[in-house]
């Protein structure tokens, strides 16, 4: 407590905001955030009305992904809150540095029946790493301080607090507080000796690289450690671009469902080395053949114990620093490049290259869509998948030039994000293009953030690929199984309804120069774009392109 003019709790938490950097808030006020709304209103702080909740939390999210820095959003009280909670956990489950702040009745209503009262701090807890009600406002500097230490702290996450409105409106003198964070650690030497000594018995070792290498920015790390010992590299659908497409080390990503190229070189492997690897992006036991001795860990948190893996070493500390202390351990070691690797990454190319689409008018396969976006794609470009049967192909197909131009949410892997997602990342980007990919079951869970892109300005492609049902749901069921269609709105109305570009991409032949013109285009842009799943086997598998029954199912 300092000796200063007071303020209320509202504006207390909102300075605390602006000591910490936070220069963006989303979301959509109610009565309960009344006196908060005025404090932020005052601030340098941007806030960005949205049309949902969850637009707001994921827009959050994915402003968090690319800062590295807490993304805030805002919500009131009972169904404000709740409809929060989905892209709230979305950051917890994929490690996104996330704050969700939450009004609420004043302090007499807590725990008793009354309108619009729900235990807040309770329905968060699970979904985040702290959820708080703040019940004095001489407790807020401390709290705010915690909240920011810990959604960054070890793997990043999300945090909630929750603020009554009779504490917002409350007075205090208690100031800011600085936020201490972890320094960075580096791993022990024992460890470090015990890994190395396990990679060197191996003969066949292979690097799967997860999202915790783009986090830690140890992305230049895995490619001088993968030049320098020659060991192949696979990465997880979160950390694509870590390798580029054309590097000679590469094995493309881990992940498909169904037997893909890159499982021929984890069943050679003798050693899997998880660099990063968060067990949310992939459950591990399946990365790991059946009989392979040996598991190892580089992480910057140490792995949860019931993942079920057996693990011979691990080093756990900075993942950028101990992959270049290994390769000093590793004494100049370099391992040639097995048959399985050879066989898997060159299948994998081929699949690249190889076109499906017989004509150039009518549905396109998924495979070439993802080509054209591709040679489009430029290194300031930034690109965000939606969740559903596309997922699948672009986390496979999509070649992105750098780690994190490519975001693919694969841990909660909730419906909706890559639309709002993109107005965030088009508040962010200085150059290039932002390109949300959606199928048109995702992209209507927030078509209502239309309004608010052309509100603000922003400069941004949404291609939505139409099929009109749940894809990957109908794989799943079956032939025997229930299907369930849907109808699509009018793609060219509904742009214009909201003040969009619309373009409906007629076939292959059209999506080049289509692209192209989005790409430059000055304000939002919707691609309806027909897709052919049955030109693929509906999902991405190996044995498909062996037998080159692309219509099998």
């Known amino acids: ?44 702080i941007d806030f960005v009305l949205c049309r949902n909740e969850q637009g707001a939390a994921f827009m959050a999210s994915v402003h968090g992904r690319l800062t590295g820095r807490p993304g805030v959003c805002l919500a009131t009280l009972g169904p404000g809150a709740t409809n929060l909670v989905t892209g709230v956990a979305d950051a917890q489950l994929d490690h996104v540095p996330l704050i969700a702040i939450t009004g609420q009745g004043g302090r007499d209503r807590l725990g008793r029946m009354s309108h619009q009262m729900i235990d807040l701090e309770a329905l968060f807890a699970p979904v985040t790493k702290l959820s708080r009600t703040i019940l004095m406002p001489d407790d807020i500097p401390a709290t705010f301080a915690e909240a920011m230490r810990l959604s960054l702290a070890g793997r990043p996450g999300a945090v909630h607090l929750c603020l009554p409105e009779d504490v917002a409106a409350a007075d205090t003198r208690a100031a800011p507080l600085p936020v201490r ?6 791993a022990g030497q024992d460890d470090l000796q015990a890994l190395a000594d396990q990679v060197i ?56 469902s169904e037997e893909d190229w890159v499982d021929l070189a984890l069943r050679a492997a003798d050693l899997v080395l ?33 993942t079920g893996l057996t693990i011979g070493a691990q080093a756990i500390g900075d993942i950028g620093h101990t992959l270049t202390d290994l390769r000093v351990r590793l004494k100049g070691r370099k391992w ?3 048959p399985a690797f050879v066989a898997a990454r060159d299948g994998m190319r081929k699949a690249l290259a190889r076109r499906l689409t017989d004509a150039d008018t009518g549905p ?53 994000l890559a639309l709002p997602g993109a107005l965030a990342a088009a508040r962010l980007q200085q150059e290039g293009r932002v390109l949300a990919i959606c199928g048109d079951g995702d992209v209507m869970m927030n078509v209502q953030e239309m309004e608010t ?15 009109g049902g749940l894809g990957l749901i109908d794989e799943h069921q079956g032939a025997e199984g229930p299907n369930f269609p849907f109808g699509n709105p009018e793609w060219d109305r509904l742009a214009r309804a909201f003040g969009w570009t619309h373009a ?33 086997g509906h999902m991405p598998r190996r044995e498909t392109e062996i037998s080159g029954n692309h219509a099998a199912a």
């Open 1 to 44: 407590m300092t000796d200063t003019k007071p303020v209320t709790g509202a504006q207390s938490l909102v300075n605390c905001m602006v000591e910490a950097g936070i220069d963006t808030v989303f979301g959509v006020p109610g009565e309960e955030t009344t006196d908060l709304m005025v404090a932020l209103t005052a601030s340098d």
């Open 181 to 186: 964070q972890q320094p960075q650690i580096r």
């Open 201 to 256: 018995e191996a003969t066949r070792p292979v690097l799967i690289a997860g999202a915790g290498v783009v986090r830690e920015g140890a992305t230049e790390a895995v490619r001088m450690f993968s030049e320098t010992t020659g060991i192949p590299v696979a990465t997880t659908f979160m950390a694509k671009g870590v390798l580029p497409q054309d590097h000679p080390n590469t094995l493309f990503t881990v992940g498909q």
């Open 274 to 306: 998880m660099v990063g690897f968060d067990a949310v992006e992939y459950p591990p036991l399946a990365l790991v053949a059946e009989g392979t001795p040996r598991v190892c860990v580089v992480d910057a948190e140490a792995p949860r114990a019931d």
């Open 336 to 338: 040639a490049d097995g």
């Open 364 to 416: 396109i396969a998924p495979t070439d869509i993802c080509r054209e976006v591709t040679k489009t794609l430029r290194p300031e470009d930034t690109v965000l998948s939606g969740v559903g049967m596309h997922k699948l192909w672009i986390a496979r197909h999509v070649q992105p030039h750098r780690a994190g131009q490519l975001i693919v949410p694969n841990g909660l892997a909730g419906m909706g």
């Open 453 to 467: 892109i052309t509100r603000l300005g922003l400069r941004l492609t949404v291609m939505v690929w139409v099929d």
């Open 504 to 536: 409906a991409v007629d076939g292959l032949g059209a999506l080049p120069e289509l692209l192209r013109a989005a790409h430059s285009a000055e304000g939002p842009t919707l691609l309806s774009v027909p897709v052919d799943y049955n030109a693929v």
